[in-house]
């Protein structure tokens, strides 16, 4: 990151550039469990009134894969084990680490497409992501 640690945009290519080389600078195959999944963010009532869209995909506890976008873009096409929705307020939350995931999920606050018995299982392994996310400077 710059010297000042300028704020990145949140949900913009630039912020999910420095997403990526955080995680792969923080996260082990091993503090992922080794998971292979993906899963496909679908961010509601934005304030730019588009929807948004983030990927991840890991294989064997790796990001291989991490888009973002809105409808225009390729992120929309990708299939995904996971398909979470909800508002961007609740999104960010998540990904500032103030919420977790699956305290998120059983309030209803976001809605899963997907197995819900895997998802509550890797939920400690998201929510370990999302503290990653958390350290990226953001303009939400």
Same mark, same amino acid.
């Given at each position: #990151?710059?010297?000042k640690?300028?704020?990145?945009?949140y949900l913009?290519?630039?912020?999910?550039?420095?997403?990526?080389?955080?995680i792969?600078?923080?996260?082990?195959? *091993?503090?992922?469990?080794?998971?292979?999944?993906? #899963?496909?963010?679908?961010?509601?009532?934005?304030?730019?009134?588009k929807?948004?869209?983030?990927?991840?995909?890991? *294989? %064997?506890?790796?990001?291989?894969e991490?888009?973002?976008?809105?409808?225009?873009?390729?992120?929309?096409?990708?299939?995904? *084990?996971?398909?979470?929705?909800?508002?961007?307020?609740?999104?960010?939350?998540?990904?500032?680490?103030?919420?977790?995931?699956?305290?998120?999920? #059983?309030?209803?606050?976001?809605?899963?497409?997907?197995? #819900?018995? %895997? @998802?509550?299982?890797l @939920?400690s392994?998201?929510?370990?992501?999302?503290?990653?996310?958390a350290?990226?400077?953001? *303009?939400?």
């Open positions: #990151m710059s010297e640690q300028k704020k990145l945009s913009s290519q630039e912020w999910l550039d420095e997403v990526i080389v955080q792969k600078a923080n996260l082990s195959a *091993e503090d992922m469990k080794n998971v292979s999944s993906s #899963m496909k963010n679908v961010y509601k009532n934005c304030p730019d009134k929807i948004h869209y983030l990927y991840f995909k890991f *294989e %064997k506890g790796l990001l291989t991490a888009l973002v976008g809105t409808d225009k873009d390729e992120v929309v096409s990708r299939s995904s *084990e996971f398909q979470i929705h909800g508002d961007y307020e609740t999104f960010a939350l998540i990904s500032q680490a103030k919420l977790g995931a699956r305290s998120a999920l #059983m309030r209803n606050q976001i809605k899963l497409k997907g197995n #819900m018995v %895997k @998802a509550l299982r @939920a392994v998201v929510d370990r992501l999302n503290k990653i996310i350290t990226v400077p953001t *303009e939400f």
